[in-house]
T-cell receptor
Framework: GESVGLHLPTLSVQEGDNSIINCAYS??????FIWYKQESGKGPQFIID?????DKRQGQRVTVLLNKTVKHLSLQIAATQPGDSAVYFC?????????FGTGTRLKVLA | GAGVSQSPRYKVAKRGQDVALRCDPI?????LFWYQQALGQGPEFLTY????????KSGLPSDRFFAERPEGSVSTLKIQRTQQEDSAVYLC????????????FGSGTRLTVV
């Protein structure tokens, strides 16, 4: 399949370690944020979302943190697995269209 | 079907050729979106349909791009007189409600203009 994000920032983590992926957003009107995972040759896949009235939300093995003061989102993945290898994007919206951030490629080392 | 289906998966077009990309949303989904994803970039919004009405086409790069959803289900993105800068993955997403929540993306169509 084709590659997504040949020149993206890359985060390499050891299998079993925790991963933290960061994202800065610029649109102050965004009130809803999503983290997406994109594997090669596939469309973005929903991981977790958070509304602007929250600063933290937890899912299964994932946590999203939102700091509205500095317009920063982070995605924490616990006990990173080989299947977590992908490109990760944050996206924000205030209406119906998403504005995607620059993705990060996560590489999980065995 | 269970997900958003896009066809073809890959399309190679000669510069100047017209192309049509198809999106089959999840059955019953009201909202449909098209995004363009250049290599190494995040997806960028092109256009939004609510049922058959095209409510926003502000992201379409030029008047060579045209999208339709005549019966409020299947959508087609047409690009006339393709240029090399049109090379990208074109993603379709659908949502059961109005607005941004509950998006499901398809796997996209990779368009290469040679």
């Amino acid at each position: 399949g084709e590659s997504v994000g040949l020149h993206l920032p890359t985060l390499s983590v050891q299998e079993g370690d925790n991963s933290i992926i960061n994202c800065a957003y610029s649109n102050s009107a965004s009130d809803y944020f999503i983290w997406y995972k994109q594997e090669s040759g596939k469309g973005p896949q929903f991981i977790i979302d958070i509304r602007s009235n929250m600063d933290k939300r937890q899912g299964q093995r994932v946590t999203v943190l939102l700091n509205k003061t500095v317009k920063h989102l982070s995605l924490q993945i616990a006990a990173t697995q080989p299947g977590d290898s992908a490109v990760y994007f944050c996206a924000g919206t205030g209406t119906y269209k998403y504005i995607f951030g620059t993705g990060t490629r996560l590489k999980v080392l065995a | 079907g269970a997900g958003v289906s896009q066809s073809p998966r890959y399309k190679v077009a000669k510069r100047g050729q017209d192309v049509a990309l198809r999106c089959d949303p999840i059955s019953g989904h009201v909202s449909l979106f098209w995004y363009q994803q250049a290599l190494g970039q995040g997806p960028e919004f092109l256009t939004y349909f609510q049922n058959e009405a095209q409510l926003d086409k502000s992201g379409l790069p030029s008047d060579r791009f045209f999208a339709e959803r005549p019966e409020g289900s299947v959508s087609t993105l047409k690009i006339q007189r393709t240029q090399q800068e049109d090379s990208a993955v074109y993603l379709c997403a659908s949502s059961p409600r109005q607005g941004a929540y509950g998006y499901t993306f398809g796997s996209g169509t990779r368009l290469t203009v040679v």
